[in-house]
């Protein structure tokens, strides 16, 4: 592992690079900041960069993708927190949308009530109000839309009754 401060030749960082995206996808924004803590010169970055997108080491829209299958299906994240995640990596809107509408609706809410259900085994003893407060925290920090959270806390607590 090297030190953050290390600073490589143009070469190094490339050859480094082309090894890591192989093994990870990773994002423009993700490459740069790796170039900046390695304090390679603006101008070597922006060529290194560029060609690991001219040799497909480096692929922003492929990236969001894969993100946003992982954090579904193995965090279990919303859209809204994927989203947010992804713009904070600086990447462009439109790709953030595309790629978000893979995600079937269907399946989308079924983890919403499959997650609220889970959290609703380990929540006990409080009151009805308690309870959907606890639950539409617990599902918007997950990143899922206040308004789906309300209507799956309704049809689940609904069902308890």
Known sequence: MDHP??????????????????????????????????????????????????????????FTRFFVRDKFALNKWGRQKIKYMLLARHIDKIIVEDALKQLSDDEYQQTLANELLKK?????????????????????QRGFESDLVYKTIDRILNSDN
């Not at 959907?132 to 925290?137: D, E, Q, T």
């Open 5 to 62: 401060n290390t600073q490589k030749n143009k070469n190094e960082a490339l050859a480094q690079l082309m090894r890591l995206c192989s093994r990870q996808e990773k994002c423009t924004y993700d490459i740069r900041k790796k170039l900046e803590d390695w304090k390679l010169p603006e101008e070597d970055a922006g060529q290194i960069v560029h060609q690991l997108k001219e040799e497909k080491f480096l692929d922003d829209e492929r």
């Open 120 to 140: 609703r085994k380990q929540l006990t003893g409080n009151n009805n109000y308690e309870l959907r407060a606890k639950l539409f925290n617990f599902a918007t």
